[in-house]
């Protein structure tokens, strides 16, 4: 009964999108401000029906209700709590009506939050909003349903796929989705700009706030699988240039571009059309990246649901709403001039300059994702890995990283580059110290080590030098530079964090990603390896049952210089639903690096194969990432993007220009 | 030329529609066969548990025949099986038989003995040495020899009567002729 | 059916974990050894489809690396321990895509996205150099009071 009314309301809530899409967008070309109101209770019509239709599909989950086939073949009834929860989104059915359902929720809100918006940009944002929610829930409904039967009812589930049973993924498709699918608030105001034939200062502070959070979100969502396939997949690996990471990675990179073009809009009125571009290219590469996980047209270990049905529906969903938002781009992106002069030495000159990396960047992970796929048409097998991307990827963000250093110290307009640099001479200094220190400690020699660390170094820097210099720190009393550091605006702060977070970042890719030391062996209970200076003795293994699992745990004693460093304990789990093992790799983090054990298969002798590693400065990709973020959030608090929410001195809503 | 850059993403996007579009209709997962046109790779397998001939590569010169990797894991291979049992009945081509990555050396002869013995000789590759020389990635995948033991053509996954009728069989008269 | 097929067949490539590269499959000879793990690095496991042998745990990955490791201790060198396993498999199994002809596009695509995003930097201070003297249109009274108001907010 409750999934019929979860199936009930889906379907209700595709009606509501209709007239959310149809109504809006025809009253605000006839400027009715009747039809235009409809946008807004639509929208929370929309949000709270998904809402409830996402309830009644956790429901039967949670009571392990075996007679929904979603259900069936994704959960089994001695799962944890949990678990069971997860298994909503840990499907393709499920994950689909969680797209929806963050969809329609960002719909609501910017009908909440965006009261001051004029009432057309609003209407036509809210339609484009529904016209997406309108072909995802189409979608859903002809293809995916979460609530079709199983008949006859089995008596168990299949279980889920046991390498998803683990608190780091549970939570990686949510977060990864709100970024996603932030990125579609960015399109429909990009789309109802277009249509209005206006992009000015006041739509790019609109945009921001939005494009903020969804970059947040999409920041945590990439580190949290990142982490997860690092602690999960047993061997220390954080990035492997796999399809579907690359496919979360090309919006990141166009939405990063995105949120710093919005601040040349906003300052200086210019960069106009390829700030709209960008907003509609996120989204995009968003809608681009479900398409490639659920049609199976390339070939991943991640792709769930490849089914050429649903894949054909994406494809034409993909092609209509990113063909037509790109036709209008076509017609009206000419039209949008820009005013703003600038010199390539400039604020806006370096903005450019990273925007294009970026973009570049992202092109490069695009061309090398779907190059197999252009092949094989052509009947030509092959593939793209992890070390065509390294190599060409990386090359792009040095020249990148370089100059998110020098970009905030250049004014606007017309900067003075060789006085930044001699304002930067710490940072320079601080770059010259990490490539000796790189060199003096490295284990193995490599090229990237020092440079990737020089860059961390510029970057960290760098960007205490911007900061100093906002508060005019040395230069005038210590006094003042305090009274300055504590008024300096938010979005200041958040700038600033998020690339002093992307320099720690960065120390952390180069350190695990160049001196990561492993050493694979069988031991005894007794024996001791020294893995870079740390000793770990195994102590012994030992067996024992989990809620659905069973598993043989390894107990590690780690030292240095005989001092005790931890002990860790690494556990090796059997799931007999599914019939396939896990590893648990045990962690302890130290500030330069990650002492990582893992207990492999008993051996004929008594032994057991241990495979341990030190991974250097592991730790400070997760910090960086954590920092990045709250500079984001940081900034979305900053009381200007408030966009709409009850500010001083707001003025009356009378006073907003009907346009 | 202002508005042609305007126009690029549109152009590029259709393109890349063209690609998907196309794409759609293939099978990532499905390799080449390298080994069209050039010898049976060399290969010398020991016999399953039981018996006393093995299986290697100059066994298959001199006739045409159906090189089938199996295993008694592979529910694939469960399906084709039956198919592979009525070839052997029907004598229509003789069928070899590598029995690939059995864990346990008694599950082979077991399946055998149970779901019936299609194969000529049969080979026990449990470190897919002889899979690897095919080029094989799963089972159930069978190959085509011809009478010099070149190979002509592979199938990947079960052989039924569709193929058999539309690519197999017609492929081996003319091999025969 | 030819979906339960294709099901059933997946489920069979789907072969049964062990954990990637076991200590017993390892050589004595650590350079060697060095080596195997290099090579095996840029080898595509084929049953999981986007690991390299070197990270996967499926069965014939582990059969792929004692393949190159006796390779390697027959004496073969890594360009002909790639050799054999491209002659089997095809380009495929090469992570790292080789310089050929059909890769032209994907090596020179990167250097000509570059070259073109620079060609569009140029141009475009070029354009706006040329236009520079061009008036703007001035902003209406609306877009006036907007920005202003957005402007008020901005004090503290």
Redesign the interface.
């Known amino acids: 009964m409750i999934v019929e009314a979860g199936h009930f309301a889906l379907i209700l809530s595709l009606f509501v999108a209709l007239v959310q899409a149809a109504l809006p967008l025809a009253g605000a070309q006839r400027n009715d401000p009747a039809w235009m109101g409809v946008a807004a209770p639509a929208a929370f019509a929309q949000a709270l029906l998904i809402a409830f239709s996402f309830g009644c599909l956790t429901y039967a989950f949670v009571t392990s209700d075996f007679s929904v086939a979603a259900v069936v073949a994704n959960s089994h009834s001695t799962k944890p709590m949990l678990y069971k929860v997860s298994g909503v989104w840990g499907n393709h059915e499920g994950s689909m009506l969680l797209w929806v359902l963050i969809l329609a929720v960002f719909g609501w809100a910017v009908a909440l939050f965006g009261r001051n918006l004029?009432p057309s940009l609003k209407a036509r944002t809210l339609g484009i909003q529904a016209l997406i929610s309108v072909g995802f829930l189409a979608f859903i409904l002809f293809t995916s349903n979460p609530f079709d039967r199983a008949i006859p009812a089995p008596f168990d589930g299949r279980g889920m796929n046991p390498l998803l049973q683990d608190p780091g993924l549970a939570f990686h498709p949510p977060f990864l989705y709100l970024g996603y699918v932030g990125f579609s608030i960015a399109f429909s105001f990009a789309i109802a700009a277009l249509i209005e034939g206006r992009v000015?200062?006041?739509w790019a502070?609109w945009v921001r706030p939005w494009t903020l959070a969804a970059w947040s979100f999409l920041t945590i969502g990439i580190a949290l699988g990142s982490w997860w396939a690092y602690y999960e997949?047993?061997?220390g690996?954080w990035w492997?240039w796999?399809?579907v990471e690359n496919a979360s990675f090309m919006p990141w990179l166009a939405g990063t571009a995105l949120l710093h073009s919005a601040v040349v809009v906003e300052k200086r009125d210019t960069m106009k059309?390829w700030t709209v571009?960008l907003a509609?290219?996120a989204f995009s590469f968003s809608l681009l990246g479900t398409?490639l996980v659920r049609?199976?047209?390339?070939?991943?270990?991640?792709a769930f649901a490849t089914d050429?049905e649903r894949?054909?529906f994406i494809?034409v969903l993909?092609?209509i709403v990113?063909?037509g938002s790109?036709?209008l781009?076509?017609w009206r992106?000419?039209q949008l001039t820009g005013?703003g002069?600038f010199r390539?030495i400039s604020r806006e000159g370096s903005l450019?300059?990273n925007n294009?990396?970026m973009?570049?960047g992202a092109?490069?992970v695009l061309?090398?994702t779907?190059?197999?796929?252009?092949?094989?048409?052509?009947?030509?097998?092959?593939?793209?890995?992890?070390?065509?991307f390294n190599r060409?990827f990386v090359p792009?963000m040095v020249p990148m990283i370089a100059t998110m250093a020098v970009a905030p110290l250049l004014s606007w307009k017309r900067g003075d580059l060789p006085g930044a640099m001699g304002r930067l001479w710490a940072a320079g200094a601080a770059a010259a110290a990490a490539v000796a220190v790189a060199i003096a400690v490295a284990t193995k020699t490599s090229v990237w080590g020092p440079i990737g660390l020089a860059l961390a170094a510029w970057l960290a820097m760098g960007t205490v030098v911007e900061l100093a210099e906002r508060i005019r720190l040395f230069r005038t009393s210590p006094a003042e530079s305090l009274r300055r550091l504590g008024?300096m605006p938010r979005a200041a702060w958040g700038m600033t964090l998020a690339h002093f977070g992307m320099a720690v970042a960065i120390a952390g890719m180069t350190g695990a990603g160049v001196w990561k030391v492993e050493s694979?062996?069988?031991m005894k209970p007794g024996d001791s390896v020294n893995v870079a200076g740390y000793v770990y003795t195994f102590k012994g293994a030992s067996e024992g049952r989990g809620p659905n699992y069973s598993y043989i745990s390894g107990v590690f004693d780690v030292t240095r210089n005989g001092q005790p460093v931890t002990t860790l304990e690494s556990e090796k789990r059997i799931y007999p639903v599914r019939?396939?093992?896990t590893?648990e790799a045990a962690i302890e983090s130290l500030f330069l690096g990650d002492l990582y054990a893992?207990i492999?298969?008993p051996?004929e002798d008594g032994s057991f194969?241990?495979?341990l590693y030190f991974n250097p400065l592991v730790a400070w990709m997760w910090a960086g990432a954590l920092i990045m973020v709250f500079g984001g959030v940081l900034s979305l608090t900053d009381?200007?993007y408030r966009v709409g929410a009850p500010?001083r001195?707001r003025?009356p809503a009378a006073a907003q220009?009907a346009? | 030329m202002k508005r042609l850059v305007y126009l690029l993403p549109l152009l590029v996007l259709l393109v890349m529609g063209g690609y998907f579009v196309v794409g759609l209709g293939m099978d990532p997962r499905e390799l080449p066969n390298m080994l069209e046109g050039k010898p049976v790779p060399d290969f010398d397998l020991k016999p399953i548990k039981g018996r006393d001939r093995g299986f290697r590569h100059d066994d298959l010169l001199g006739q045409v025949s159906i090189v089938n990797v199996f295993g008694s894991w592979c529910v694939a291979c469960r399906v084709e099986h039956p198919f592979l049992v009525k070839i052997k009945q029907q004598g229509l081509v003789p069928v070899y038989g590598i029995d690939w990555r059995e864990k346990d050396a008694d599950a082979g002869p077991a399946w055998l003995r149970r779901f019936g013995d299609p194969y000529t000789l049969v080979g026990d590759d449990p470190q897919s040495k002889a899979a690897i020389a095919f080029g094989v990635t799963g089972a159930p995948e069978s190959f085509l020899v011809d009478k010099q033991g070149v190979v002509r053509y592979k199938h990947v996954g079960p052989v039924d009567q569709e193929v058999w009728d539309n690519t197999l069989w017609p492929l081996i008269q003319e091999l025969r002729k | 059916m030819t979906r339960l097929l294709l099901a059933l067949l997946l489920a069979c490539a789907v072969v049964l974990p062990a954990a990637a590269v076991e200590p017993d499959e390892m050589l004595h000879d650590p350079a060697l050894e060095q080596r195997a793990r290099d090579l095996s690095a840029n080898l595509r496991c084929l049953v999981c489809q986007n690991q390299s042998i070197d990270d996967s745990n499926a069965e014939l990955a582990r059969d792929l690396r004692v393949l190159v490791r006796e390779r390697i201790s027959a004496g073969d060198s890594d360009d002909q321990v790639m050799d054999y396993v491209v002659s089997r498999y095809g380009d495929f199994v090469l992570l790292n895509p080789p310089f050929k002809l059909q890769t032209l596009a994907l090596w020179g695509g990167p250097v000509v996205f570059l070259l073109l995003g620079i060609l569009g930097l140029v141009q475009f201070y070029r354009r706006r150099a040329a236009t520079a003297g061009a008036a703007q249109a001035p902003l209406s009274d609306d877009e006036r009071k907007r920005l202003d108001r957005l402007m008020r907010d901005d004090a503290p």
């Open positions: 004029p000015d200062a006041a502070r997949l047993g061997w690996g492997f796999d399809p059309a571009f509609i290219v398409f049609s199976g047209v390339l070939t991943s270990v991640h050429p894949g054909v494809l993909l092609l990113v063909g790109f036709a781009f076509a992106g000419p005013g002069l390539p450019l300059l294009l990396l973009s570049i092109v490069v061309f090398g779907l190059f197999p796929l252009f092949a094989q048409v052509v009947d030509y097998k092959m593939s793209v890995g992890a070390p065509f060409v792009l008024r694979i062996q069988t019939g396939m093992p590893t893992v492999g298969d051996q194969a241990t495979r009381r200007r500010v001195r003025p220009p346009e």
